[in-house]
């Protein structure tokens, strides 16, 4: 069976096209991090080369040897650590693909991040997905869909995953994970919807610590002297050069906290994220204004926009940090 949640409407065709055997050769699985897009391409190449009666069942010999990352014929490549997905990679997907399936129906290639694919690696892709081999599915995988070539992207059937509902998620987390109430409610904030990243932190609680450091690391900021802020935008660009995604869920915390500001500033402190710094964000809202706060936000997006343009993402980070305001008083702790 499907292991994804919330997302009945992308199940329901993919078991109508699997049903009528008229699956694409190509899907474009578009969504936030951690919304599922990696589950739901392991289970549709489950369901591809499922010898159950039902797929994806789960069960078979080719269902579990896929989510054991086993199967001849399933290949997975991403961004990993790594700055973009090169030509290389697309090189080997491409000589894989010209290969008959060896243990399975078909052969299923997931490309994650698909959106840093380089130039070159792209344009390769798609020759092969404007003539595709016979037998072979291609599953790419983006949270930046507008990074994406455009002809890329032409070339697939997009399936849009979206964040499912604060109830739904905290529901989720308690019924079917025994996540007692109250952190089921914390992690069902913390996620936005995105339900991967609350079970990643249930396994590995880490991940939440890491988070607090973020938060903590951003609530300094503020009484930060300009030398402070310039070291830690020295640390994030460092970061940057090693791992995308990284500074991406950093980033993604910079924004909900800011959010989290303007909507207190507004009185709507019911719909905050992080609800367990209430306190926190109550006390820098007495001394930001709304317009500091809405202009900090414009200024964060921008600078995400021009590092994902390769501007030098010192400088860019080195001008957050002189528009970020600087108020004088404690706010760290929650």
């Not at 930046?144 to 604060?166: D, F, G, I």
């Not at 109550?282 to 930001?288: C, F, Y």
Request: hydrophobic share 40%; aromatic share 6%; net charge neutral.
């Amino acid at each position: 069976m499907w292991q994804i949640a919330g997302q009945d409407k992308i199940l329901a065709l993919l078991d109508y096209s699997l049903k009528t055997n008229n699956i694409a050769h190509a899907y474009l699985l578009v969504g936030p991090r951690h919304v599922g897009k990696g589950t739901l391409a392991l289970n549709l190449a489950q369901a591809l080369n499922c010898d159950g009666i039902k797929p994806p069942c789960g069960q078979c010999r080719s269902c579990r040897r896929i989510l054991e990352n086993k199967h001849a014929d399933v290949t997975s490549t991403g961004l990993d650590s790594r700055m973009e997905i090169g030509i290389d990679d697309i090189r080997e997907l491409q000589h894989l693909a010209n290969l008959p399936p060896y243990e399975g129906k078909c052969k299923v290639f997931i490309i994650e991040d698909a959106e840093y694919l380089s130039t070159e690696a792209a344009n390769s892709l798609l020759k092969v997905l404007e003539e595709p081999p016979p037998k072979v599915i291609w599953l790419l995988l983006a949270a930046e869909e507008q990074r994406l070539l455009p002809t890329v992207a032409s070339r697939c059937q997009r399936l849009e995953l979206k964040p499912m509902s604060l109830e739904q998620t905290q529901k989720i987390l308690a019924n079917s994970y025994n996540v007692d109430l109250a952190k089921a409610k914390l992690l069902a904030h913390l996620c936005q919807g995105c339900l991967g990243w609350a079970l990643s932190v249930l396994a590995d609680d880490n991940l939440f610590q890491q988070r607090c450091q973020t938060v903590d690391k951003l609530s300094s900021l503020l009484i930060a002297s300009l030398e402070e802020r310039f070291a830690y935008a020295q640390v994030l660009a460092t970061q940057l050069s090693q791992d995308r995604k990284f500074v991406a869920e950093v980033a993604k915390i910079w924004l909900s906290w800011w959010r989290d500001l303007m909507l207190i500033k507004g009185n709507c402190k019911e719909a905050i994220i992080n609800i367990d710094y209430e306190a926190v964000l109550e006390k820098q809202t007495r001394v930001l204004s709304l317009s500091e706060i809405k202009g900090f936000i414009s200024r964060l997006s921008s600078v995400q926009e021009e590092i994902s343009q390769n501007v030098n993402p010192r400088l860019a980070l080195e001008s957050l940090m002189l528009n970020l305001p600087r108020k004088s008083g404690g706010f760290s702790g929650s």
